[in-house]
């Protein structure tokens, strides 16, 4: 009875203190219609669509393309065809926003800088106009918002994660219709420190392009290859295997899926929704995969793919006009996805209980591309539930690291963190 | 995942003109803007004597009951603005112009909605074409030559018209004016956002043969100011890269039945892209376009009996075309620097029987060859021959008048690009205009079935292009009643016309469901209602003369294709407007003349998303004073007088108030 007590009166103290599902969504709009816009979606009911311009009186820009948490109070998007990196509270209230990074792609961070990849050739930082032949990562200071840094990596550089210290960016070469170019197939790894190239892993698949997802030690790269000859694929890059210097072949496993949409669920398995097109042919080929990354690696890719995803989320996917982007909520496991319909009519949010049971669908805008959880009681720790089990050989060097391969300084109670290679629930006592 | 712009823009590429064409595609294709305006033309009863020979430009000029038909010719039309056609063509009903802003921008004309690339261009009977994306640019084509411009629903029911004019859904003619004397004419004029032009015009009549070169030199900065004002926006700003320079040329000779256009323009030109959210002018989006244009083409019309009548056009064209956005200023998109060249010769010849005064029978054929070469990656040349053959029929039986034809096309494609040619495509299709007149007035009905056979661009564009294109159809019901009264100075003429039109597979471009690519489909269908009216009238007295040219659009144009997407189901497609109208005032004493237009366009939707994505309706009023002292010419425009912001594309301002004066002198 007591228990029974304590259990009402905190629940209804603490439930209306905090909403448990705080998802951003970033609707990218038409291009060069400057309507890219923020969706705001609190437990259950869309509390705005035009978000941003609700809280500062303003618009957010042209095709929104990325968006991060850093910390407690600070996410950042990166606007593409604004060439605006901007930085918001998690209350949606604009901080600064930087053009030094034009043509942004793709942002993380490790909580004291942001680092961006850029498809440009120049990047203003705090020592000058850089220029660069190919594209290149700026290392963004988020205490005063200037680039202290800037590194070339290959063509058309698209999706960037960090882990222990390096960076791994996916390079595109996808302007390599127009240019005088060919695809890249390499992943550039940074020393996010120094801003130095480690290393370039070589794939050999074209076009690493699109949303890529993280998984402890894996990254899920998708390849959309060219639409002719080259078919579509998914790297499973194992950074822990680049890390020790195995040679490139053995840092990566190659899927006959494609990725188009892929996220990390709360278990480290990557979701995944790819359509693979030809232009020989004029045909569709859809994959939906869920992805455990370390089985894939162990076996070479013959074990780990399976052909489903949780619940209905399969069916409901499939019933879709055209999906366009999936995600897991890290502190939650509520899913979700969008179907950007027609693209000039507004897209569709749909949002799935742990289990894959449909909660319902909400009316979004054009084009909604990207979606970002805040945590529920405010407080971000830079932890991705993310449990891939760590193989190989671990680094004993003591420091704490969070599931996305961040160093911490300091950990937050009942969070998840690794150090010397195991996992560990962080009690402070 | 998010769309990579250089892919979406590499899709919407398809078209030349890329900036300004991917919106196009992007938004769907149909739909526009809309004024309207009406058109005058001193009807006159339909006196023609099948028999009797005609020069070709008595033919074009005479007013014809069967068709529904809206004109602008002589001092009226000298009365306009005088930018492009553009300018003439927007005050007609059932027009919507799409203009991407300023001299350079694209300017591309829909009638009723039923999209730019059904809508012919005709010069002195001669289809303009662009065998690479179908769509004229009407900002390349000076009024100044012109005797008429005249917009054609359905068809224009003529003898010896030639099979291709059958084969659009509306038609624009324009009539070239054959000199009547010797003339030198010399003209200058500047206009706001630095804008010089300098034009001169030689005209000769020599017993039979006239002849004429025009040749103009325009160039423009283009940097016009816009402002934004929204309750959460106020951007002010210049619109830079909109400057254009270019040369056109043009010379003609005609001898009572032959009849000669050569034309040459060459451009260069800025192509700016939307307004978009920047934190400073640092980035700008830099592309930049050249093209040269040139035709040839003779026509003779030969009456070898007094019933027979033949007609034979031949005509070359090139164009060339170059965009390049490798600039330093531009860091958001490839290097690109695509060249593309065209080709087309066209040969036609046509025959016309009238064996009794109220029967004619017409028939013709025509051939045209279009080559397409481009150096884009996986692009190899492409080879069209498109062929059309018709048969018409005309009777005339006390005031009812009946017209029927039955157009025949075949297409046929080469290529070795690596997804091989489409199936060559072979239609019918018909159409039949019933019509009654009585004294004054006169009542038509009309039925016209056509397609729009899939471009070049449509099916062959690298990453785009989709050789499995159906053709796009268009159906139009038309009814309507014309009533034309003169009476001692004063003359009028009302029209009106109720129609419906049905487009199906649509052809557009269109997202790939899941991937990151964009690739022409056929999807959508659209159901469209409408109503277009004229009302002109002149009146002169003594040193005076009043013109009124209203035109008036009512339609509502639905989206039909998804039945199962409450969102877009039978909600208007976007870009049309519901209403828009047109006025225009002449007033002329002895040597001046002062004209006022005013132009409303409704609001019309650019997307489903969101109810305030919008385009606000707007008001134009454009001015324009001209006087004549001797051999001297003075005119001052004010376009866009009160200076209203609005735009025809989101996000792509127009001009503002601006300001255009000339001066000419003639010699005769």
Known sequence: MKHLLIFILSTLLLAPANAQ???????????????????????????????????????????PNDIIQINDNLLAVAINWSNIVQFITPE??????????????????????????????????????????????????????KVVDAVEVGYEPEGIAIYKGLLFVANSGGYAFNEDHPYETTVSVIDAATMKPVREVDTGQ???????????????????????????????????????????????????????????????????????????????????????????????????????????????????????????????????????????????????????????????????????ALPPDGHFSGIEPVLAPETGSTATDGKIYNLQGMVIDRPSEGQIYIRNGRKYIHKTR | MGWRCENTRIALKITVFTYRHILLCLLTVTSTLCPAFAAINTARPDSIRPDTALRELDVTAKRRPL?????????????????????????????????????????????????????????????????????????KFSLSTLESVSLYNANRLEQCQSASEYASG????????????????????????????????????????????????????GNYPFRYKTEYEDTVGHRRNSDIEYWRAEAAVFRSGFASHFYF??????????????????????????DTDLFGQLSYNWQPAPRHRLKFIIKYAHEYLRYNTDYPENQNTAKVDNHYWQNDAYASATYSWTPWQWLNINAGYDARMSWLDADLKRFSVVRRLDQKAVVAGRATWRGVSLAASMLFQHYCDHTITHVGAADPLSRFTPSVTLAYQWRSLSLRAWYKKIFRAPTLNDLYYTQTGNRNLKPEYTRQWNIGAEYNWSHSGFSFNGQADFYINRIENRIVCIPLKGTYTWSMMNYGETYCRGMNATLNGTYSLRDWRFSLLCSFTWQKDLNHTDPDDPDTYKRPICYAPTFSMGATAIVAWRQ????????????????????????????????????????????????????????????YPMPGRSFNFTISYSIR
Request: hydrophobic fraction near 35%; include cysteine; aromatic fraction near 12%.
């Open chain 1, 21 to 63: 599902e705080r998802i951003i969504i970033l609707n990218e709009g038409n291009w060069q219609a400057d309507n890219g816009r923020m969706s705001y979606f609190e437990d259950g009911a869309i509390v705005s669509n035009k978000w941003f311009r609700d809280k500062n009186g303003m618009k957010l820009g042209d095709t």
């Open chain 1, 206 to 372: 074209i076009n690493l392009y699109g949303k890529m997802s993280q998984s402890g030690q894996y990254l899920c790269i998708n390849s959309p290859g060219d639409y002719y000859d080259i078919a579509a694929a998914t790297i499973i890059l194992d950074c822990r295997a680049v890390l020790e210097g195995k040679p490139d072949s053995e840092c990566f496993t190659k899927l006959e899926y494609a990725a188009t949409c892929n996220t990390t669920d709360r278990l480290g398995n990557f979701l995944a929704i790819g359509s693979r097109y030809s232009y020989y042919t004029s045909d569709y080929q859809f994959d939906y995969s869920t992805i455990a990354p370390a089985a894939v690696t162990a076996s070479g890719g013959l074990e780990g793919v399976s052909e489903d995803l949780p619940g209905t989320m399969l069916e409901d996917i499939k019933a879709m006009q055209m999906p366009y982007a999936i995600y897991v909520n890290p502190y939650t496991g509520y899913m979700y996805a969008t179907d950007a319909g027609g693209f000039n009519s507004a897209g569709t949010l749909y949002q799935w209980d742990p289990d894959g049971k449909l909660l319902g669908k909400h009316k979004i805008y054009i084009n909604p591309g990207h979606i970002l």
């Open chain 2, 265 to 290: 323009y060459t451009s260069e030109r800025g192509c700016p892209g939307g307004i978009v959210r920047r934190l400073s002018d640092k980035y700008v989006n830099v592309g930049r376009e050249w």
């Open chain 2, 170 to 221: 509306a038609t624009v003619y324009l009539q070239t004016r054959r000199p009547t004397a010797d003339s030198l004419t010399i003209l200058a004029g500047a206009g706001s956002f630095g804008t010089w032009r300098a034009r001169a015009n030689i005209q000769t009549k020599h017993r039979q043969w006239s002849a004429f070169v025009d040749a103009e030199y325009l160039n423009t900065k």
């Open chain 2, 67 to 139: 068709a529904t038909v809206q004109t602008i010719a002589g001092s009226d039309l000298q009365s306009l603005s005088s930018t492009s056609i553009a300018d003439a063509l927007k005050y007609f009903a059932g027009v919507q112009i799409k203009d991407y802003g300023g001299l350079g921008g694209l300017k591309t004309i829909n009638v009723r909605s039923l999209g730019s690339q059904h809508v012919g261009v005709y010069i002195d009977g001669v289809r303009l074409t662009n065998a690479q994306n179908g769509t004229i640019d009407l900002g």
């Open chain 1, 92 to 145: 949606g209230l604009a901080v600064a926003a930087t053009e030094d990074v034009p043509n942004n792609r793709k942002l993380c961070t490790d909580g004291r800088y942001v680092y961006v990849t850029s498809y440009g050739h120049e990047c203003g930082t705090i020592d000058g106009m850089r220029e660069f032949t190919k594209g290149y990562v700026a290392k963004i200071d988020i205490s005063d918002f």
């Open chain 2, 592 to 651: 001046l003349s002062l004209t006022v237009s005013r132009l409303h366009v409704g609001k019309r939707m650019w997307s489903y998303a969101d109810p305030e994505d919008i385009l606000t309706p707007y008001d134009n009023v454009d001015l324009k004073l001209s006087g004549h002292w001797r051999g001297f010419i003075a005119s001052l425009e004010v376009n866009d007088l009160f200076d209203i912001q609005y735009e025809h594309i989101p996000r």
